[in-house]
């Protein structure tokens, strides 16, 4: 299986700074690698797809990029409403594999 | 705007079937997409446990093989999860997801529902 390691585990942040967050892919993934943010007592949401595309009704301030083993995913100013989990998921292979996820908190 | 819910029972004894369906509205669910089940402990993260096809068509993670049936029923719209044997540690939010035919993401999800395995 692939392993995806994604860091910090948890990041405190004040409203309007840059946050960013790592995903290693154990082997190559190509670009088949998307992001999610699941807020408290919610199902996740897509944010990015294809490690760097825009997903329609999403907020520009979240961004990623990368491909093959490492990725990285910012949302470059953090507003309030931010404050969530953020997962990371290979596409590439079976079986399809989640990191640990990410959790956001405003400081 | 497509949108799916998960129903069933929210308690299953130990060794009990956990069975779920989830019902899929705005979209046909012969359109081409795969009908995921993805699940979530509490407190922990995300494990993709399969998907299916209209046509029947599945896959499953190796992980859960051994105890996963997923079927379909086109004149419902919906689709369905078996889980054999279950133990504690299949308690967890279980979430039906879409995911577009190809190597493409899981958009949208349902709201989940919690399945807890308990005497």
């Known amino acids: 299986d692939i392993v995806m390691a994604q860091s910090p585990p948890y990041v405190s942040v004040t409203p309007g700074e840059e946050v960013s967050i790592a995903c290693r892919a154990s082997e190559g993934i190509g670009n088949y690698l998307y992001w999610y943010q699941q807020k408290p007592d919610q199902a996740p949401t897509l944010l990015i797809k294809?490690?760097?595309q825009s997903v329609s009704g999403v907020p520009s301030r979240f961004s990623g990029r990368g491909s093959g083993t490492d990725f990285t995913f910012t949302i470059s100013s953090l507003e309030p409403e931010d404050a969530a989990t953020y997962y990371c998921q290979q596409g590439y292979v079976h079986p399809l594999t989640f990191g640990g996820g990410t959790r956001v908190d405003i400081k | 705007q497509v949108q799916l819910q998960e129903s069933g029972p929210g308690l299953v004894k130990p060794s009990d079937t956990l069975s779920l369906t989830c019902t899929v509205s705005g979209d046909s669910i012969r359109s081409p997409n795969w009908w995921g089940w993805i699940r979530q402990p509490p407190g922990q993260g995300l494990e993709w446990i399969g998907y299916?096809?209209?046509?029947?068509?599945?896959h499953y993670n190796p992980s859960l093989k051994s105890r996963v049936t997923m079927s379909v029923d086109t004149s419902k719209n919906h689709f369905s999860l078996k889980l054999t044997s279950v133990t504690a540690v299949d308690t967890a939010v279980y979430y039906c997801?879409?995911?577009?035919?190809?190597?493409?993401?899981?958009?949208?999800w349902g709201r989940g529902t919690l399945v807890t395995v308990s005497s």
């Open positions: 294809f490690a760097s």
């Open positions: 299916i096809y209209y046509t029947g068509s599945v």
């Open positions: 997801a879409r995911k577009k035919d190809g190597r493409n993401p899981f958009d949208p």
